[in-house]
């Protein structure tokens, strides 16, 4: 009788227990560290955000002490400002278009970064270009763009807020150069971030204080208190500067 002892190949074997549970941990390592990164990344776009609303409210009132005008409403900046031409100019009033407003081309909000560029107090504004994100408004590094208004006599905004200081600079936030519409439905910062900014800059209430979000569904409750949880949703935000 004749016996086959039969040799398995290599080849052949399966991954033992311990190759396995190696592999594991290194794929578990690998996804901790992407989600570690993420949340630096989206924290050091929130910290910038923060660090940009108050760089542009010193510039503000750096502008303000040494001209004794408030950017974007200077008048006259082709005879005040290096490099200014008469079509840059506001109408001197004494405060801007409306912060409901969009950053249209001709608005002292979209003025007021020109001004500043002018002034050597902001860097980063592309001029002559138009009202565009990276033009002649800024980007925001959580997402969007922003602009300057003066909230209405009523201390309104727009979009429902009727709760803003009246009379006083705000910087819109928003998805956009259009106008901030209601429910966050123009806005581009996930509730999580505009909470972070909101108790950064001020009380973390959505609906009071200098800092205040128009967010979609589900995201603001009667309090003003921010679900951050929410994530198909997003913010837009009104920032007072030039305090």
């Given amino acids: ?25 290194i794929i578990g390592l690998l996804i901790g560290g992407i989600l570690k990164g993420q949340e630096l990344i989206a924290n050091a776009k929130i910290s910038g955000t923060v660090s940009q609303l108050k760089g542009l409210d010193a510039a503000m009132n750096t502008f303000q002490d040494k001209y004794n005008a408030l950017a974007g409403d200077m008048a006259a900046v082709n ?34 970064f020109i001004q500043l560029s002018r002034a050597d107090l902001i860097s980063g504004i592309n001029i002559p270009a138009g009202p565009v994100v990276g033009g002649t408004v800024p980007s925001v590094k959580t997402g969007g763009v922003m602009w300057l208004g003066t909230a ?55 609906t009071t204080g200098s800092t205040q979000s128009l967010c979609g569904a589900g995201v603001v409750a009667a309090n003003g208190a921010y679900s951050e949880n929410v994530t198909n949703v997003a913010c837009s935000m009104y920032v007072r500067v030039n305090n």
């Fill in 79 to 112: 005879t005040r400002l290096p490099g200014g031409v008469a079509a840059e100019s506001g109408n001197g009033d004494g405060d801007l278009d409306a912060a409901a407003g969009a950053a249209a081309a001709a608005n002292e909000g979209t003025f007021a």
């Fill in 152 to 206: 209405t006599a009523g201390g309104g905004g727009t979009g429902g807020i009727a709760t803003l200081n009246a009379n006083k600079i705000y910087a819109a936030l928003n998805g956009s150069t259009a106008a901030v519409a209601a429910a966050g439905a123009t806005g581009a910062i996930t509730p999580e971030a505009a909470a972070q900014i909101d108790r950064k800059m001020d009380d973390g209430v959505a």
């Fill in 1 to 25: 009788m004749t016996y086959v002892q039969a040799k398995a190949r290599r080849s052949e074997q399966g991954f033992t227990l311990v190759e396995l549970a190696i592999v594991m941990v």
